[in-house]
């Protein structure tokens, strides 16, 4: 792997996280143990991220280097997982360039006023790489603690984003952003432009502070027919992902709902895919074309349900994964907020010895 452009000190170069089972996987090198993490392993299911989160404001907390630390080390401490995954939200680079958006508890992302006209969109100012530094901080006092832990560091894909500054906040099916792109192509290109640029400086300040891998989260691109995303969103992912390709760190690219899109999502530069759990492993597997490192896809669902059951899913995500070069098991999305943490624990010492 070519690091030129990473610091000597950082732990993809200085020894600490190239051979870590995580890192290994992502480069389709299966490691005797299988890796596991969980998408938003950090947040609400932890009393210690409750404790640490009351009489602060969410995008307060992902803009202070001690807090996004600490809450970034608390899973890793508690459940053993492989990789860390550095605490902040898809949104904070687009704070940080001046959009009027806040994190509203229980709901999620919502701007001021929405983002669809070609005046809005011109309105929209370039983030000043200064206004990063809180971010270089809070993955740099992290990775100091993770040892040969790798950090993963993440940023929202174009679309994704889009989704939100088009709506003005979270919706269900992201129509007017589906609209935009169609009904005027100029304006969606200088937008798309914007966030991939945006999202990409916001992923390159993670990898150059100690980040040892990146996912980019196109968490709605399931909402969109292949077409559409090959021709209106796929451009714009490379372009993101473009803004971090020299530093040669892997690559992971994750959708909800995306069984028809893993191929395109894959050729956008991804080293390995995130596969939901709408689609049993290997079937996804099998439509990557059976070369591609995989993650995921345990039913967050069932995280609710008796042990045996959950037990079982698990063993069979595990099984089915073996049909990919690598596997890193995850969930299928998020930890919901009202999981037992301990179900967590108690999964990470299964896959580890299945
Ligand atoms: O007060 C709180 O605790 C708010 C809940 C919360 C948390 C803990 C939000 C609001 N964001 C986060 C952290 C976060 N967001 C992480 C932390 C690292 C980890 O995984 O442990 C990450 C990776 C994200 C990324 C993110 N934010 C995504 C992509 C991942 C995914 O879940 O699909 C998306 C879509 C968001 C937007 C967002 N931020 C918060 C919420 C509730 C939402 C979703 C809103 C919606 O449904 O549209």
């Known amino acids: 792997m070519n690091h030129v452009n990473l610091p000597a000190e950082h732990p993809l170069v200085d020894g600490r996280t190239a051979a870590s089972p995580v890192i290994r996987a992502y480069r389709g090198d299966r490691p005797p143990v299988t890796p596991v993490w969980f998408m938003r392993q950090a947040g609400r299911s932890l009393p210690e991220y409750r404790a640490l989160r009351v009489g602060t404001a969410m995008l307060d907390a992902c803009l202070?280097?001690?807090?996004?630390?600490?809450?970034?080390?608390?899973?890793?401490?508690?459940?053993?997982?492989?990789?860390?995954?550095?605490?902040?939200?898809?949104?904070?680079?687009l704070k940080l360039a001046g959009v009027d958006v806040d994190i509203v508890a229980g709901r999620g992302p919502v701007l001021g006023a929405p983002i669809r006209s070609a005046a809005d969109v011109a309105a929209l100012r370039p983030l000043h790489p200064d206004a990063l530094a809180p971010i270089g901080a809070g993955v740099a006092r992290t990775v100091a603690q993770l040892g040969s832990t790798p950090l993963i560091g993440f940023a929202g894909a174009p679309f994704t984003l889009a989704a939100y500054l088009v709506e003005g906040g979270p919706s269900k099916d992201h129509l007017r952003a589906r609209t935009l792109m169609?009904?005027?192509?100029?304006t969606w290109h200088a937008l798309m432009t914007w966030a991939a640029d945006v999202t990409g400086a916001f992923l390159r300040a993670q990898i150059l502070a100690g980040a040892s891998a990146a996912q980019l989260f196109d968490s709605w691109a399931g909402s969109l027919s292949l077409a559409d995303y090959t021709a209106h969103v796929a451009p714009y992912s490379k372009l993101a992902i473009s803004h971090v390709t020299d530093l040669g760190m892997p690559i992971v690219h994750f959708g909800v709902g995306t069984g028809e899109l893993l191929g395109a999502m894959r050729d956008v530069g991804a080293d390995a895919v995130g596969i939901d759990?709408?689609?049993?492993l290997d079937e996804g597997i099998r439509r990557l074309g059976g070369n591609v490192p995989v993650q995921g896809n345990i039913n967050p669902a069932l995280l609710a349900a008796p042990w045996e059951v959950l037990e079982a899913h698990v063993l069979d995500v595990v099984e089915r994964g073996r049909a990919a070069p690598a596997h890193v098991v995850n969930l299928g999305h998020g930890v919901p907020p009202e999981t037992d943490p301990d179900v967590l624990s108690r999964i990470v010492a299964l896959v580890h010895s299945a």
């Open 64 to 93: 202070d280097p001690e807090l996004s630390s600490e809450i970034t080390l608390q899973p890793w401490r508690r459940h053993a997982v492989d990789a860390a995954i550095f605490f902040s939200d898809i949104v904070v680079p």
């Open 182 to 186: 169609h009904a005027d192509p100029a």
């Open 277 to 280: 759990d709408r689609i049993p």
